[in-house]
């Protein structure tokens, strides 16, 4: 499902009030684009350039210019380029000439073109697009703001009333189309020193975005009383009306409406517009709900047509996590060289060196390790260096006992430090949801989904199998076994002999020889759970005493998208000590 972001420009400027009331306005953003059109999502390409705003020739454009026009907008995507003035002939400059663009830009004023002004066309030649809409999200939920000190609700009534007010706040948008005027307290808007508001000040003019208007009342009113109800049509422009003015903590709550929205969109459009946002306006509980969102549906991610376009900020916060969840660390690094050559020149050496640098090159399977010599052409070509390093370490790591490198691992820990690795050889997954009575299967020659029921039933919710110790050479052809099992009623629990206050509740036992390895490899097992339809991981945990509960809808960090028809999988971590 498609989620609408849209980009929400906000510019303040104050000035005194003269005779004149002459107005301070803050300069359009050099190279912003428009569409001209009778819909938002639909139009004549404009550019703004010195000043002004001017089009685009047709000649070059294609669909990877209009995906980064509407990407710049705020759009998940492009659904068509539309050529030779079909939204009708601009007037004034023709900015921009003989594009080619990748895809991949942020701004369509980041391709290549002619140079500003440098063209051959005629206004019958301005492009147009065609952006994907998608769905907005609809929900009415709502949660309450309230920051609020004793004369919190007095003060509210002051806003309300607008009685003695002595200063004005005029909000117009870009189009200078629509104006709303509020008379407020300049007291009150000296507690914000972002707005640099001083005792000779009358005014104040906001260039915003004329989506927002119908919140801007709500904020001012924040201002007064710190109490506000946010929506998750409201979260977006409360909270970039925040930033300006500088209110840090309406930005932190505000943020946490944000991680609502993070399951509807599995293109990762929204998502990965949401940490760029994050990252311009400082918001670090942004960031984090989004890494974490990200990490969880990795392999997904890895697989979307998003993966190319994210930036190198976000790349290198995503390797240094090791809640990534990803088939193995030879994976990863597939993926990351990938991305590298897709990148091309707009990333520099370094910081490929530097993102290769978070490879876990230790974890990465022996015979994979070998293999990378012969495959890597990134590692081979660029740098040698660092890859003839991680091959040793790997190979010293699967060949060494772990009294010889336990010193080392006070250094370089998350190294050492796998991440949730998904192969078949760690992990076992299986519905849990509904109840099945399938024949015996098998798997490494080994009973899955025995009668363990005690003849309550042979079910599909409990699973055997095994897992090397550890991922070190020295301990792979040494055993755990384990027995994966999901409750669903306090009757399946106590026939287990176990007390259970909360479903599903899922167990995750080792038996065998797991306890010659305590004193050497702890095991840090993880439950994912995943939208079986759309491929959506929607939450991680991990367990304790063998024990996952886990929680309901409304005390999960995110909502539970699919709440009758997800998977369970269950993850073997093994960590040295």
Not at 537 to 556: E, G, L
């Amino acid at each position: 499902m498609y989620l609408l972001w849209p980009l929400l420009f906000l510019h303040v400027s104050a000035a005194r009030l003269s005779s004149f009331d002459v107005r301070l306005k803050q300069p359009k953003q050099e190279g912003k684009v428009r569409l001209v059109g009778d819909l938002p999502s639909s139009g004549r390409v404009e550019v703004y350039h010195d000043g002004q705003w001017g089009t685009v020739c047709d000649d070059g454009w294609d669909l990877a210019e209009a995906q980064v026009v509407c990407r710049q907008l705020g759009f998940p995507g492009a659904k068509s380029f539309m050529p030779g003035g079909r939204y009708g002939e601009g007037s004034g400059s023709i900015w921009l000439d003989d594009m080619n663009c990748k895809g991949s830009e942020s701004s369509l004023s980041e391709c290549s073109f002619k140079g500003w002004g440098i063209t051959d066309c005629s206004h019958k030649e301005d492009a147009g697009v065609v952006c994907e809409t998608g769905t907005n999200t609809t929900s009415n939920r709502q949660f309450s703001v309230d920051n609020s000190l004793g004369l919190s609700e007095d003060l509210g009534l002051l806003f309300d009333s607008g009685s003695g007010c002595d200063f004005r706040i005029k909000v117009k948008d870009d189009s200078e189309e629509s104006e709303l005027t509020f008379c407020v307290h300049s007291m009150i808007l000296m507690f914000y020193p972002e707005l640099n508001i001083t005792k000779d000040s009358r005014t104040l003019t906001m260039d915003v975005s004329q989506t927002c208007h119908p919140h801007v009342s709500a904020f001012l009113r924040y201002l007064y009383s710190r109490q506000i109800d946010v929506s998750i049509t409201s979260a977006q422009c409360l909270h970039q009306l925040a930033f300006n003015f500088g209110v840090k903590k309406l930005m932190e709550d505000v943020g946490r409406a944000f991680t609502l929205l993070l399951p509807e969109d599995n293109t990762f459009h929204t998502q990965v517009s949401m940490f760029e946002y994050g990252l311009r306006t400082g918001d670090l509980v942004l960031q984090e709900n989004v890494l974490q969102y990200l990490s969880w549906n990795f392999e997904f991610l890895i697989s979307s047509p998003v993966w190319s376009t994210i930036s190198f900020h976000m790349m290198d916060a995503l390797l240094r996590r090791s809640d990534l969840v990803v088939k193995d660390e030879a994976f990863l690094l597939e993926a990351l060289e990938r991305w590298i050559q897709d990148k091309g020149d707009e990333i520099s050496s370094d910081q490929q060196a530097s993102l290769l640098n978070h490879i876990r090159y230790l974890l990465i399977p022996v015979d994979k390790l070998y293999e990378m010599q012969f495959s890597s052409s990134v590692l081979h070509r660029n740098h040698e260096k660092l890859y003839l390093t991680g091959l040793l370490r790997g190979f010293q790591f699967n060949a060494l006992p772990f009294s010889k490198i336990r010193k080392q691992m006070y250094n370089t820990s998350s190294e050492y430090l796998p991440r949730i690795y998904t192969g078949d050889e760690w992990s076992v997954i299986f519905n849990a949801t509904t109840v099945k009575y399938p024949r015996y299967a098998y798997r490494n020659g080994y009973t899955v989904g025995y009668n363990y029921n005690r003849g309550y039933g042979q079910n599909n919710r409990i699973q055997t199998f095994s897992t090397p110790a550890h991922p070190s050479a020295l301990y792979r052809e040494q055993k755990v076994f384990w027995q994966a099992q999901v409750f669903l009623s306090s009757q399946e629990c106590s026939n287990y002999g176990i007390s259970c206050y909360s479903f599903p509740v899922a167990r995750f036992l080792a038996s065998g020889n797991q306890n010659m390895y305590t004193s050497t490899i702890r095991y840090s097992n993880r439950l994912i759970l995943t939208c079986k339809n759309e491929n959506n991981v929607f939450h991680v945990q991990d367990f304790k005493n063998s024990m996952a509960v886990i929680p309901n809808n409304s005390s999960m960090g995110l909502p539970n998208p699919c709440p009758d028809d997800y998977s369970f999988r269950f993850v073997v971590r093994p960590e040295y000590i």
